[in-house]
Structures are given as structure tokens and as C-alpha cells.
Nanobody, 127 residues
Framework: QTQLVQSGGGLVQPGGSLTLSCTASGGLLDYYAIGWFRQAPGKEREGVACIDSNDGLAYYKEAVKGRFTISRDNAKNTVYLQMNSLQPEDTAVYYC????????????????????WGQGTQVTVSS
């Protein structure tokens, strides 16, 4: 049974940084892509960053480009989301997700398509 276990998150001041981790049962190469999504209160879930498990190609939501970095460590079966220059509008519950059908990272992120989801973790940016 596929499991995605998240860690990280919490409260940070504007301009601060956080790193989220997502560890998958089995190997990352079992999935075509891994992504990070977020959902703020009263808003729809949106894709933040997605990465191809094989070649490392990454796709980012425009609002986070230059501030967030998605990376993977296949040996540790873990995907990371490094978030810098955090702003109050980044406040949301963040989810990692995996796709095990052939899908481009852009489609995965833009269409919020995934087959497995992590448990979610709260990120709050506030002074």
C-alpha cells in the first residue's frame, strides 16, 4: 500500500524559510511524478511544484517561482520543498502527492492530478 509521509511545516514570520519533506513507501521511481500542493481556507487545492521522478524536470506555480525549490533524493525515497521568502499568502495546508500514470509535471500541477496523497501539513506565515 502506497504511503506518503510528510514532515516539516509550522509557523514562520514573513520572509522566513521552511522545508517540507515527503517520504514515499517503496521507491520514488515507482511513480512518474511527485508534487506539492496546497489548500488555503475557502480556496481550491492548487499545485505548487511538481517534479519528474526520473529526469528531475520540475514545474512551478508562477507565484512561487524563484522562492520555492522542489528536489528529490531517490536513495532516500524523499522529495523536498524548500520554501524561502515566505509570505502570508503562502499560508495553507500543504500536501505531497504522487502520480503513477504517465503525466507531465505541468499537467499534474496545473490540473491537480494525483493518485496518492500525504496527510497534509500546516504552513502558517504570520508576524
Amino acid at each position: 500500500q502506497t504511503q506518503l509521509v510528510q514532515s516539516g511545516g509550522g509557523l514562520v514570520q514573513p520572509g522566513g524559510s521552511l522545508t517540507l519533506s515527503c517520504t514515499a513507501s517503496g521507491g520514488l521511481l515507482d511513480y512518474y511524478a511527485i508534487g506539492w500542493f496546497r489548500q488555503a481556507p475557502g480556496k481550491e487545492r492548487e499545485g505548487v511544484a511538481c517534479i519528474d521522478s526520473n529526469d528531475g524536470l520540475a514545474y512551478y506555480k508562477e507565484a512561487v517561482k524563484g522562492r520555492f525549490t522542489i528536489s528529490r533524493d531517490n536513495a532516500k525515497n524523499t522529495v523536498y520543498l524548500q520554501m524561502n521568502s515566505l509570505q502570508p499568502e503562502d499560508t495553507a495546508v500543504y500536501y505531497c502527492a504522487a502520480r503513477d500514470l504517465l503525466t507531465t509535471v505541468e499537467i499534474m500541477c496545473e490540473s491537480v492530478i494525483a493518485d496518492y496523497w500525504g496527510q497534509g501539513t500546516q504552513v502558517t506565515v504570520s508576524s
